[in-house]
C-alpha cells in the first residue's frame, strides 16, 4: 500500500499552488489576491515589476502606498464596502510606477469561495487604461475649446453669415480630428473582439460559468467519493491484516454464521470420538466411522474460514483500487478545474478590455456624428432683436471733461509746487522769522524812510542821501 492520502493530498495541493503562481507571473495583466481580513497576501510578478517593490513592501496594505493621494479615500472605501458586502467591485485609481509616474489603472475585484462554499478572500487583476483617460481629457478639451470658442464669437457676431461661418468651421475641423480617432478606435476594438474570440476558441470556452459550476459539482462529488473510498479502504485493510495475524480470530470469521455453526459441530464430533475411543478403542468401527466424520468438517471449517478470509482480501483489493482510480479522477478533476478558473480569470479581462474599447469608440462616435450634424448647419443660431442705431455724439473721448480735469489737476499740482518751494527758500521776511531762526530779542524795527519836504529845495532835491 502507498503513503497516507494525507501527504498525497498536501503535495497535490503544493502542486496546484505552484502552477497558479507560475501562471499568475506570466500573465500580462497586474494580479492581486487578499485574505478573508481584507489584508492583501499575493502580487503576481507583473505587479513587482510595475511598482517597483517587493512582495513583503506589497503584503498587507502596503500596496496602498503608491495610490495617488486624490485617489486613496475613495479607492478604500470602495475596496471595503464590497469586501464586507462579498461583491464584485470595479474602480479606477492612480498608482505609482517604478520610474515615479502615476497610471491610471482598472481594478476588478472578484471573491473567492473553497469548494464547500467557505469565503476565502479576494482575487483581483488591473489593467492600464492611462492612454485610455489621456483620449478621454483630450476629448474633453476639444470639446471646451469648441464651446469656448462658440460662445466667444456668438457675442462678436454682426451677421448671420459670419455666425453661420463660426459655428460650422469648428465642428468641420472636431469632425476631421474625431474622424481620425474613430478609425484608431476602431482598430483597437476589433483587436479586443478578435483576441477574445481567438482565447474562447482555443480553450473551447462557450459559457465558462455554467461548465465552471458543473465541474466544481462534479468535484465535490469526487472529493466526497474519494474520501468514502478512504475510508472502506483503510476499514478493509485493518480486517485483512486481522485475518492474516489470526484466521481464528479475524471478525469476519467469528461474525460468520455458517463458520461458526460447523465449528459447533465439529466440536460435538470431536466429544463423541473422544467418548468412543474410551468405551470402544480405536479399531473399532464407530471410531473409525466416527474420526471419518470429524476429519470431514475439520476439512470444511477449514474451507470455509479460508473462502471468508479470501473474501476479505479480495474486498480490500477492490477498495485500495477503487480508492486509487478515484483519487486520480480527484487529480484530473481538479486539474480541470483550475484550468477552468484561470481561463475565465484570463476571459473576464479580455471581456474588460472589449467593454472599454467600445466604450470609448461608442462615445467618441457620438460626438462625431453630433460634430457632424453640427458641420452641415444651414442656418446660424444667432436673431437680431434689436437694431442697432449710429449715435450722435461719439461716446470717447470727452472733450469738455478732459479739459476741465486737466485744468483742475493742473492748478492743484501748481499750487503743490509753490508750497514746496517756499517751504525750501529760508529767507527773513518778517520779526518772526527773524526771532524763530537768530533766537535773539527784538530791539527795534526799521521804518521805510520818508524825507519832510521843509528840508528838500524848491526844485525837489533833497538835502540828505536816501538810506535806500
Known amino acids: 500500500m502507498s503513503g497516507p492520502p494525507r501527504e ?27 485574505r478573508t481580513d481584507g489584508l492583501c497576501t499575493f502580487f503576481n510578478q507583473t505587479w513587482l515589476n ?8 506589497e503584503w498587507g496594505i502596503g500596496w496602498a502606498e503608491g495610490i495617488h493621494f486624490e485617489d486613496f479615500q475613495r479607492c478604500i472605501d470602495t475596496y471595503v464596502d464590497a469586501f464586507n458586502r462579498r461583491e464584485v467591485f470595479e474602480m479606477e485609481y492612480r498608482l505609482r510606477r517604478h520610474d515615479g509616474e502615476f497610471r491610471w489603472l482598472l481594478d476588478r475585484g472578484t471573491p473567492r469561495y473553497t469548494p464547500d462554499g467557505t469565503f476565502a478572500g479576494y482575487i483581483g487583476s488591473c489593467a492600464d487604461i492611462t492612454e485610455r483617460k489621456q483620449l478621454e481629457v483630450d476629448l474633453r478639451k476639444a470639446v471646451k475649446v469648441r464651446d469656448e470658442f462658440l460662445s466667444i464669437a456668438s457675442h462678436e457676431l454682426r451677421t448671420p453669415l459670419t455666425s453661420l461661418k463660426l459655428r460650422t468651421e469648428p465642428t468641420k475641423e472636431a469632425a476631421a480630428w474625431f474622424d481620425d480617432q474613430l478609425k484608431s478606435l476602431r482598430e483597437q476594438f476589433q483587436q479586443a473582439q478578435e483576441k477574445l474570440a481567438q482565447f474562447e476558441h482555443e480553450n473551447g470556452i462557450i459559457s465558462t460559468d455554467e461548465r465552471l459550476d458543473v465541474e466544481v459539482a462534479r468535484l465535490n462529488e469526487l472529493s466526497a467519493q474519494s474520501l468514502r473510498a478512504a ?18 480470530s479475524a471478525p469476519d470469521v467469528l461474525a460468520n454464521p455458517l463458520v461458526q455453526s460447523l465449528k459447533g459441530d465439529l466440536l460435538r464430533a470431536e466429544s463423541k470420538l473422544q467418548e468412543l475411543a474410551t468405551r470402544l478403542g480405536p479399531n473399532h468401527p464407530q471410531y473409525q466411522q466416527q474420526a471419518t466424520e470429524v476429519q470431514a468438517l475439520r476439512q470444511r471449517v477449514n474451507s470455509e474460514t479460508q473462502r471468508v478470509i479470501g473474501g476479505v482480501q479480495s474486498s480490500a483489493g477492490q477498495s485500495y483500487a477503487r480508492r486509487s482510480a478515484l483519487e486520480k479522477d480527484l487529480a484530473e478533476q481538479r486539474k480541470k478545474v483550475e484550468a477552468l478558473r484561470q ?3 484570463q476571459s473576464q479581462v479580455l471581456i474588460r478590455d472589449v467593454d472599454t474599447a467600445q466604450k470609448a469608440y461608442e462615445a467618441a462616435l457620438q460626438r462625431y456624428l453630433v460634430n457632424k450634424v453640427e458641420a452641415g448647419a444651414k442656418s446660424t443660431n444667432v436673431a437680431i432683436l434689436n437694431p442697432a442705431t449710429e449715435p450722435m455724439m461719439p461716446s470717447k473721448p470727452k472733450v469738455p471733461l478732459t ?3 486737466g485744468l483742475f489737476v493742473g492748478v492743484l499740482l501748481g499750487l503743490a509746487a509753490v508750497f ?4 525750501l527758500d529760508r529767507r527773513v521776511r518778517s520779526t518772526d522769522d527773524l526771532e524763530a531762526g537768530v533766537e535773539a530779542p527784538l530791539l527795534g524795527t526799521l521804518q521805510p524812510w520818508h524825507p519832510s519836504r521843509l528840508i528838500a ?4 532835491t533833497k538835502a540828505l542821501p536816501s538810506p535806500t
Do not use: C, H, K, N
Open 231 to 248: 475510508d472502506l479502504s483503510y476499514d478493509a485493510g485493518a480486517r485483512s491484516g486481522q485475518a492474516r495475524g489470526g484466521v481464528d
Open 8 to 34: 498525497l493530498l498536501e503535495q497535490q495541493i503544493r502542486e496546484t499552488e505552484s502552477r497558479f503562481r507560475i501562471m499568475a507571473d506570466a500573465a500580462p495583466v497586474l494580479l492581486w489576491m487578499s
Open 343 to 345: 481561463a475565465r480569470s
Open 403 to 405: 479739459l476741465g480735469l
Open 457 to 460: 529845495g524848491d526844485d525837489g
Open 420 to 423: 514746496f518751494l517756499e517751504l
Open 50 to 57: 510595475f511598482t517597483g517593490r517587493s512582495q513583503e513592501e
